[in-house]
């Protein structure tokens, strides 16, 4: 699922909301989940997963065409972590009708 088929399938359910107030509300929650992580904060959805801030060491890694080695800086990179739910509802087989939302 991309972003604008999320827009398109809120909009679909939330008749009382415009395309444009769709849109505008889910670029508002990614970019205040976006922000949150930057500034190193955890976010946690109850049923759905929680995000979080890994940092990933340096290290020293090989160049793949000369094969020389190269120093990788540390890095710090987005974590999902999917809660139970989640995990239990991609698990069950689908459901008869085609509407998962």
């Not at 991309?2 to 107030?21: G, H, I």
């Not at 889910?26 to 995000?51: C, N, P, Q, W, Y």
């Not at 890994?54 to 974590?79: D, W």
């Amino acid at each position: 699922m991309t972003r604008s088929d999320l827009v398109a399938r809120l909009a679909e359910r939330f008749k009382q909301l415009t395309q444009r107030d769709t849109e505008f509300a889910v670029k508002t929650i990614l970019d205040a989940m976006s922000d949150a992580l930057a500034r190193g904060h955890r976010i946690e959805i109850r049923g759905f997963g929680s995000f979080s801030v890994n940092r990933r060491p340096p290290r020293i890694g090989r160049n793949p065409r000369s094969g020389a080695q190269v120093t990788i800086p540390e890095k710090l990179v987005p974590h999902f972590k999917p809660g139970k739910a989640l995990r239990e509802a991609v698990d069950e087989p689908p459901p008869e009708r085609a509407e998962h939302f």
